[in-house]
């Protein structure tokens, strides 16, 4: 592998389509002002260098990152890249993955609005993130202590496993297909709305109006905190560890609680007899 080592580029393209090559301990910034420092290469592995330009990395394969920084100027960083691992690194420009594939992550450190769109075969594990607009419309992920703050989360994805996770998220997985999360916490407002088959295992629920209009939402051993108005229009199967605040107009199933502190049942929408609600 050839060896670039203890430099600074900043003009355009500066090592365009350069292939099984070591960047290590480079700086890409400087009064050029240049695009695109790695556009069309393979082979490449950057370690302990620092990125302050913009689309640095769009069009490469087989790709490794470590002990990196992308600067807040570092926009758009990762676009339709395949086989990607980036590690112990910190990723702080908007847009930062795009339309990537076969992605792991480990140990970052991110601050990236729009964050992982239209990606797909991710790993994620021990990373932070905070992120306005995360992993929309991805598909086939896992995920592992993922500590996490955002907004409209997780919108469009399809066939995700998320466990021993933190999210202070509001709107998350609207509109998201066959996701599974487990040992986690989701904090936030109108979590999973319109999802098709969520499962949530032993997970902490908190914030209002959870989980309506749900197509096959299971949640086994949850804990729900100040969740009024829940499972409204849902078909749902539910096993609650303690009180829920509310329950309204469930479609179908089955509800198992201590206690619903309010339940709104509405003969005009719903059938009140299409679903099991036993309490204590």
């Not at 070591?22 to 393979?42: I, Q, Y």
């Not at 021993?164 to 936030?188: I, M, R």
């Not at 949850?222 to 605040?245: H, K, P, Q, Y």
């Amino acid at each position: 592998m050839n060896k670039i080592q203890n430099k600074i580029f900043d003009e355009e393209r500066a090592l365009y389509a350069v292939k099984d090559t070591a960047v290590e301990n480079c700086t890409f910034d400087g009064p050029a002002d240049g695009e695109s420092a790695l556009k069309e290469c393979s082979g490449i592995t950057v370690k302990d260098s620092k990125f302050n330009l913009r689309y640095p990395f769009w069009h490469n394969e087989n790709l490794k990152i470590f002990n990196t920084v992308l600067t807040e100027n570092c926009r758009a960083a990762l676009w339709y890249d395949s086989v990607v691992a980036v590690n112990n690194s910190k990723l702080f420009g908007i847009k930062a993955f795009r339309e990537c594939k076969n992605i792991i992550i480990g140990e970052c450190d991110i601050n990236s609005p729009e964050f992982l769109w239209k990606c797909s075969s991710i790993t994620v594990k021990n990373s932070k993130m905070v992120s306005e607009y995360p992993f929309f419309e991805c598909e086939n992920a896992d995920i592992d202590n993922l500590t996490m703050t955002g907004k409209y989360s997780f919108q469009y994805v399809k066939n995700i496993n998320i466990k021993n996770s933190n999210f202070q998220t509001k709107d998350a997985f609207w509109h998201s297909e066959n996701v599974t999360v487990s040992d986690s916490v989701l904090s936030g407002e109108y979590l999973g709305w319109y999802s098709k088959n969520l499962t949530l295992v032993r997970c902490k629920i908190i914030g209002t109006q959870p989980l309506c209009y749900c197509e096959n939402l299971i949640l086994e051993d949850c804990v729900m905190e100040n969740t009024d108005l829940s499972f409204e229009r849902s078909d749902v199967n539910a096993e609650i560890i303690g009180n829920i605040l509310g329950v309204k107009n469930p479609k179908s199933g089955k509800i198992v609680c201590q206690r619903i502190e309010e339940l709104i049942l509405e003969e005009e929408f719903i059938n009140p007899l299409d679903t099991l609600i036993l309490t204590e």
